[in-house]
């Protein structure tokens, strides 16, 4: 894997946190111009922050989420991740690394374009939000549920979508984003990206947010296995279907 496949991956993965973060920063934090712009919303902005992220990660495949490497890596019917790119063990690894660090510098960049609306937030759950998710009820067992779910929705059409003529390109992931968000989003915020979560929580417990409260780390084990089983179960399916 080449340095260029890499750097592309962690900058794809670094503007899908930065304009990810930003559109629910917009939404929930005190004073900002979207204040109050509602799930809806903040459903589109993800799903155009994977059509930029995409975009930018051409070189690497633009996975972006390590379900989706996991995903690939299990279906036989996928020959490599990327323009000559390998599908091995020490490949996956270097995505996930890629991933990790790109997640952690957009989660830095929201927060930097966002310092003044932190300040003036009261409410330590909502900084938390623009960070990474949380359950509307918690319950672990169904929470996880519901992340299998959501990936599985969302590895299973990425894998199909490289066998079925079209032209759309990166918009077909972004609407397919846009609407998990929207039909399955609601009972936990669908991280389905384990990265997605962890890396801009790690910046949350970091940075010196004031007021910030906890990072909620009893949770956080919830987005990375759930969206992990749920590309490993939409990679093989893929493979058995398509």
């Not at 599908?87 to 003044?116: D, I, N, P, R, S």
Request: some cysteine; charged content about 10%.
């Amino acid at each position: 894997m080449s340095l260029n496949a890499f750097l592309a991956e962690m900058l794809g993965t670094m503007l899908l946190l930065l304009l990810g973060g930003g559109v629910v920063a917009n939404a929930v934090l005190a004073k900002t111009k979207g204040f109050a712009g509602g799930f809806l919303m903040i459903n589109f902005g993800w799903g155009l922050a994977v059509f930029a992220g995409v975009f930018a990660a051409a070189a690497s495949g633009a996975h972006l989420n390590p379900a989706v490497t996991v995903g690939l890596w299990v279906n036989g019917d996928v020959a490599e991740f990327g323009p000559g790119i390998p599908k091995t063990l020490l490949v996956v690894l270097t995505y996930f690394a890629a991933q990790l660090l790109g997640a952690m510098l957009g989660a830095v960049l929201c927060y930097l374009a966002y310092k003044q609306h932190f300040d003036a937030e009261e409410d330590p759950a909502l900084k938390l939000a623009v960070f990474s998710t949380g359950p509307a009820i918690r319950s672990y067992g169904w929470n996880l549920v519901t992340e299998i779910i959501g990936t599985f929705v969302l590895v299973f059409v990425i894998a199909g979508l490289g066998k079925t003529p079209h032209q759309l390109g990166p918009l077909a992931v972004a609407l397919l984003v846009v609407g998990i968000g929207a039909s399955l989003g609601g009972p936990t915020g669908y991280a389905i990206n384990p990265t997605r979560d962890l890396g801009p929580r790690i910046v949350h417990a970091l940075l010196p947010i004031k007021g910030k409260g906890s990072s909620d780390w009893s949770y956080a084990w919830v987005p990375v296995v759930g969206p992990i089983i749920g590309g490993l179960i939409g990679g093989l399916a893929a493979a058995a279907m398509f």
